[in-house]
């Protein structure tokens, strides 16, 4: 009954690149939006990116903007996560969301949270 699961984590070093994958039993995945979260040691969880339905509409936080992208596979049932430059601050546990809707009270309300993949960032 898991409907989302991350995969791809890892440990590198600043400036490396990585992927983050997605896999979606969903079987609405192809009319959902996604979104990748994380949340770093210490702080919030915040929003990475988020991608509509097509994978034709994107939105990034400031922080990851020009360094990673969000992006989808709707035949595979896929959601996918490119990171290039990475640095320490990126280090966190990465979760996949579907259908991430920020609330009145400025709290992102998602329909299936995935379990998360860590990625560590050293140098």
């Known amino acids: 009954q898991v409907q989302l699961v991350e995969s791809g984590g890892g440990v590198v070093q600043t400036g490396d690149s990585l992927k983050l994958s997605c896999a979606a039993s969903r079987s609405t995945f192809s009319t959902d939006h996604m979104g990748w979260f994380r949340q770093a040691p210490g702080k919030d969880r915040e929003v990475v990116a988020i991608?509509?339905?097509?994978?034709?509409?994107?939105r990034y936080a400031d922080s990851v903007k020009g360094r990673f992208t969000i992006s989808r596979d709707n035949g595979k049932k896929m959601l996918y996560l490119q990171m290039n430059s990475l640095k320490r601050e990126d280090t966190a546990v990465y979760y996949c969301?579907?259908?991430?809707?920020?609330?009145?009270?400025?709290?992102?309300?998602?329909?299936?949270w995935g379990q998360g993949t860590l990625v560590t960032v050293s140098s």
């Open positions: 991608i509509d339905e097509s994978g034709g509409w994107t």
């Open positions: 969301a579907a259908n991430p809707v920020r609330s009145s009270t400025d709290r992102f309300l998602v329909e299936v």
